[in-house]
């Protein structure tokens, strides 16, 4: 009964600042030099040269040429002068830019050698140039010369990266002397051959000897699980703070590939693989199934593989994107940027898989006595309770439970079908008093202080304190990590089970609860030596300990209801298969299409839809208000363009945002129409109570087919089925949903046992759609020719739909959501339009990154202002 984490905040803050100093020279398109204005001069040209490391040394050139009577092929020249691999970029008429391949080579990731530029100095004046500057952006020094030398200037951010070499020379002068450049560092493969080898062996080692030792003393099944993360929590850790970044980068580069594309994600894949599969390994060792004489369920062995490969991948793989990235940004500031942006569209997609993989079919309560107990403890300890979910077992006898942040509490089906209501309400409080403490932000906090203070400090003070290399490479401050995160999680869990018993005044409900998980997971009661000080949390026995002997419970008596949790109900008149929760009825269907995981993962992607939308149709608009740019007030008819425009954005991105909705209802219906096959009538959402209010962004509780006849209207979906007879409707009438530029409409039905909205599902939300339905009831109502279905039935009973209480956030908590989208916007709208020629088109496109988050805020901007 851990509380859950959520990872990747560290990440996207840093991927967040990295962009933000991208240099805003990289912004500027590509036309001749801005100090090129006077062409009446004699012919020079101005060479700008900065290296790119990508296994060898390659050089971007940049040449402008000014003054020129007669058309220069400045790529031929520099085809013919510099001996290197030429691909050209882009090129006019007294420009051309492109890479020169090749022309310096690496060794291990690093280049001191000389660049003779005086070869192409010398073609230049020989096909007419008569004066030429050059701009060299490198490390390193001019080789010492008799005649002139480079001269040290340059300013702004590209100078502080790498300093900037002027050198002028002129036809009658002497041409450049070499310049010893220095790129890159060179790296050691023995200092990643050691964590290489430690990774990939260790764990490995340490799980088959433990699983050893296990089968040797006859060990339960469980107990292996008990080192299982701790082993990889601490060989992951090892493994990010022993591999440097400029190793991991010195690696990249020597990969000698010619796509930098493929160098970011090959040198990612050698960042995040060895803790992958050190991963496997261990599953493979150490799970329970794993040893012999324990019985597998078919498919268990795989799915726990996929899921926690999947949770490991989330973190290790962005991250890799995200330092091979950060490397390259000096010598490809393109490429880095896109490594960056991949990490947290990987993060994204990761995280989604892992929680898709990982999730079982997860169901809200909406009412009920258990929903209704966890809202009375939380109030009782001062927590807002937003949220309570059951979860499928994805084993048999799956028992467990888990707080998240939010405000949400989650239990699997397992749990709550085997233990008593008094056991229930005392996991219910301990799971509370996980979101009392705050221990989520507990461990984050600890999680992220050892990233980013703690490893540091640790690696700076063994460097400052001179120890030798093996020294260094031993995994100190992973170990030291461990045993810290395992003590404040074993003192949270005690906290947590001290909490249940105030909120619930039931010592013995708690132990019980504690007994029946034992025994429904099969752990060990007690654990002993290293096992007891690296656990998330303390062994039952221990626990029960502390509750009995805080709260006065004889020890004899907590011990026995531990090794007897039955012994609670002793005495009691009713039978203990009484005393648990009733679930809802519509959670005992097998496969119900219409779950919270299946809108929440809907949900999860809808805001990247709607981002991607905008900025096409922004792009569409920059592009038609570009073409009129170059004529005569271009610069006014494209202004006058672009920005009316931009309500017309607004409104195309609004409703292609409706007809995302629209997909989504309609794949569902097909696939619920698959599982009930012969089910006639009109399929609407139905949402009970008299207001229209989206419940896990969707407005509809239930998905179903509406149907009538001479007598009754009949609806029959996944959650509720029910017949209302014409004599108990009292109105029929529309209530429109939040403020909004385009509102959700429904038709309210009272009756005199329940009160719901319905509307046409899968064909969208407008209030015209709305009135065809109330229509078409008024019409039946009224004992009028009906216009919808008319299916004979057998009658349902009434309805009997809970009160739906949806949870509503802030006004804080809704802007700042919707602050961060508006920063990942606008920082998505600089990544693409850096990395792509639009920006060098018409300066139309640079006004993309800032009406984005402009048109995003006023389409947003009703449900900010008023909530629902």
Not at 835 to 840: A, F, T
Request: contains cysteine; positive net charge; aromatic residues 8%.
């Amino acid at each position: 009964m851990k509380p859950l984490a959520r990872p990747g905040v560290i990440l996207g803050a840093a991927i967040a600042l990295c962009l933000l100093s991208v240099p805003l020279a990289a912004w500027q398109p590509t036309t001749n030099s801005a100090d090129d204005d006077d062409d009446s001069g004699p012919p020079t040209v101005r060479v700008w040269v900065s290296p790119r490391l990508r296994g060898d040394v390659d050089f971007s050139i940049r040449i402008y040429a000014t003054g020129t009577h007669q058309p220069v092929d400045l790529a031929a020249v520099l085809r013919s002068s510099m001996d290197c691999d030429w691909r050209a970029g882009d090129t006019g008429e007294d420009y051309v830019k492109g890479t020169c391949r090749h022309l310096l080579h690496a060794n291990r990731g690093a280049v001191e050698d000389r660049l003779a530029l005086a070869p192409l100095a010398k073609a230049l004046w020989k096909a007419g140039i008569t004066e030429v500057t050059f701009a060299l952006s490198s490390k390193g020094d001019p080789v010492e010369s008799q005649g002139l030398n480079w001269v040290k200037g340059g300013s702004g951010r590209k100078a502080t990266r790498s300093q900037v070499w002027h050198f002028q020379a002129t036809a009658d002068s002497m041409p450049p002397p070499p310049f010893q450049v220095r790129v890159g560092s060179q790296w050691n493969p023995g200092r990643l051959g050691a964590p290489l080898l430690f990774v990939l062996c260790g764990p490995a080692l340490l799980a088959l000897w433990i699983r050893r030792q296990m089968v040797r003393k006859n060990a339960m099944p469980g107990a292996g699980v008990v080192w299982l993360n701790w082993i990889l929590l601490g060989s992951w850790l090892y493994w990010i703070s022993a591999v440097r970044i400029e190793d991991l980068g010195g690696f990249a580069a020597g990969l000698n590939l010619d796509s930098s594309l493929a160098t970011v994600l090959i040198g990612s894949l050698f960042f995040a693989l060895p803790p992958l599969l050190a991963t496997a390994v261990c599953l493979l060792a150490l799970l329970p199934q794993a040893q012999p004489g324990v019985e597998c369920p078919s498919g268990q062995i795989p799915r726990m593989l996929r899921r926690t490969l999947a949770a490991e991948a989330t973190f290790v793989v962005p991250l890799g994107l995200f330092l091979v990235g950060t490397t390259m940004m000096d010598d490809d500031w393109r490429t880095g940027m896109l490594g960056m942006a991949a990490a947290y569209g990987a993060y994204r997609l990761l995280a989604w898989c892992g929680w898709r993989w990982n999730s079982q079919r997860m169901l809200s309560l909406d009412g009920g006595d258990l929903r209704e107990r966890a809202v009375a403890i939380a109030q009782a300890a001062g927590v807002e309770l937003k949220s309570v979910c059951v979860l499928e077992n994805r084993f048999p006898m799956e028992a467990n439970a888990f707080a998240m942040g939010g405000g949400r509490i989650s239990f699997t089906r397992g749990l709550l079908e085997n233990m008593s209501r008094r056991e229930v309400d005392s996991v219910i409080a301990h799971e509370v008093g996980h979101l009392r403490g705050k221990h989520i932000g507990m461990r984050t906090g600890l999680f992220v202080a050892y990233l980013v203070v703690i490893g540091p400090a640790v690696a700076s003070f063994m460097t400052k304190a001179g120890l030798p290399a093996w020294a260094m490479a031993l995994p100190i401050a992973p170990m030291l990590y461990v045993l810290a995160a395992g003590q404040l999680s074993q003192s949270n869990e005690l906290n947590a089970d001290a909490r249940a018993v105030q909120l619930t005044n039931d010592p013995e409900g708690t132990i019980a609860a504690l007994a029946r998980l034992a025994r429904l997971t099969r752990s060990p009661v007690d654990w002993g030596g290293m096992q007891g000080s690296i656990l998330s949390h303390p062994s039952m026995q221990r626990r029960v300990l502390a509750v009995a002997r805080r709260f006065g419970v004889p020890e004899p008596r907590a011990l026995d209801l531990l090794r007897d949790p039955d012994l609670l109900a002793s005495g009691l008149a009713e039978p203990a298969a009484s005393a648990r929760y009733a679930l809802p009825q519509h959670i005992e269907r097998a496969d119900p299409v219409f779950t919270s995981t299946v809108k929440l993962s809907h949900a999860y992607w809808t805001p990247w839809v709607f981002g991607g939308t905008l900025i096409a149709f922004l792009l569409v608009a920059a592009s038609i208000a570009a073409q009129p740019f170059n004529g005569a007030f271009g610069p006014l008819w494209s202004v006058l363009i672009f920005f009316p425009s931009l309500p017309l954005v607004g409104w195309l991105t609004m409703k292609m945002d409706d007809w995302w909705d629209c997909l989504f209802i309609g794949r569902i219906q097909r696939k619920i129409e698959a599982h009930s096959p012969g089910v006639a009538g009109t399929f609407v959402a139905l949402i009970p109570g008299d207001r229209v209010l989206p419940l896990e962004s969707q407005f509809a509780w239930d998905l179903g087919w509406l149907s009538l006849d001479a007598d009754r209207l009949t609806y029959r979906g996944e959650r509720a089925q029910f017949s209302v007879p014409r004599s108990d409707l009292t109105s029929i009438e529309i209530r429109k949903g939040p403020l909004g530029w385009c509102r959700t409409y429904a038709v309210v039905l009272r009756s005199s046992h329940a009160t719901f909205s319905l509307r046409l599902a899968g064909r969208g939300r407008t209030r015209r759609l709305a009135r065809r339905i109330e229509k078409q009831l008024n019409w039946w109502w009224r004992a009028e020719a009906p216009a919808l279905a008319v299916v004979e039935t057998e009658p349902l009973p009434a309805p009997d739909l809970p009160n739906v209480q949806p949870a509503i956030p802030s006004r804080l908590r809704i802007a700042w959501v919707f602050g961060v989208r508006t920063v990942l916007l606008f920082l998505a709208t600089i990544v693409l339009l850096s990395v792509s020629p639009l920006m060098n088109r018409s300066p139309m496109f640079a006004f993309v990154p800032f009406t984005a988050p402009l048109v995003y805020l006023v389409v947003m901007c009703p449900t900010v202002v008023r909530p629902q």
